[in-house]
């Protein structure tokens, strides 16, 4: 394993997946009182670790921020935050033209950025091993 916090991740993204394969399954659950705790509570938890990493990255006068792995844990706490955002309720409203485009580009987001750095040579110097030897 080259990350040593790798279990806190999997576990980090795994139960956003896993709520929003529930809205898949029956979109209404989104309205029960089980769903929404423990989607609060794990948003919770993202924006507090978020804000704690985004204190050290501050503090550090980072200026890449993509290129710390602080920063890349930084970036995906607040996609999971914010996805979780827009999935509370969505089976009770009809999806708005706002939440749509906001879904689409947290979606798209990811991948245009992996994208530009592999594209970028002068970039991906400064990965670190693990990252370089990813496709």
Same mark, same amino acid.
């Given at each position: ?8 991740? !999997? $576990? ?9 394969? !529930?809205? @898949?399954?029956?979109? +209404?659950?989104? #309205?029960?009182? %089980?769903? *929404? *705790? ?21 503090? /550090? ?5 993509? +290129?710390? #792995?602080?920063? *890349? #844990?930084?970036?995906? %706490? ?9 999935? =509370?309720? /969505?089976? *009770? &409203?009809?999806?708005?033209? %706002? =939440?749509?485009?906001? $879904? ?10 992996? %994208?530009?750095?592999?594209? &970028?040579? #002068?970039? =991906?110097? @400064?990965?670190? /091993? ?6």
């Amino acid at each position: 394993i080259n990350d040593p916090d790798a279990g806190i991740w !999997m $576990a980090a993204y795994s139960i956003p997946a896993c709520l929003c394969f !529930m809205i @898949s399954a029956k979109p +209404q659950i989104t #309205e029960t009182l %089980l769903w *929404r *705790r423990l989607s609060d509570l794990h948003t919770l938890l993202c924006c507090a670790v978020a804000g704690i990493l985004g204190w050290s990255l501050y503090k /550090s006068s980072t200026k890449d921020v993509l +290129q710390k #792995e602080e920063g *890349r #844990e930084f970036s995906g %706490l607040l996609l999971i935050t914010v996805w979780l955002l827009l999935c =509370r309720h /969505s089976g *009770r &409203n009809p999806i708005g033209g %706002l =939440r749509l485009y906001t $879904a689409i580009s947290i979606t798209v987001f990811p991948f245009m950025t992996w %994208l530009y750095y592999y594209i &970028n040579k #002068e970039l =991906r110097t @400064s990965w670190p /091993s693990h990252c370089k030897t990813a496709l």
